[in-house]
């Protein structure tokens, strides 16, 4: 996957940079776990199965929000963007207007 690696050489990166990435590559990894948990326990017949399946799923999806969280933290772009669009009724796409 190519998010997966950098896209500029290391040493042109700053800090900051380099451990957003691994946020990133993170927040993807965590998202596509429950994609993975969603798709077998849509696929599972065994209840008891499926039971495990769904609580793994949510449990990458609280590791997802954790890393959402740093994010906001650490960047204020994702702080804005965050406030701006979660949490709010109407359509969602113009939320800016």
Known sequence: MSSEGL???RER????TLTMHHA??????EMEAVDWY?????????EALKEILL???REEMEHATM????????????AGM???YLYR?????????
């Open 82 to 84: 965050l406030k701006e």
């Open 13 to 16: 990166l700053s800090e900051k």
């Open 55 to 57: 609580h793994n799923m």
């Open 67 to 78: 890393v959402l969280e740093w994010m906001r933290r650490n960047s204020d772009d994702f």
């Open 38 to 46: 969603q798709q077998r326990a849509d696929d599972c017949e065994d």
């Open 7 to 9: 896209h500029a050489p």
């Open 89 to 97: 009724d109407g359509p969602i796409a113009t939320a800016e207007d």
């Open 24 to 29: 990133i590559v993170s927040l993807i990894e």
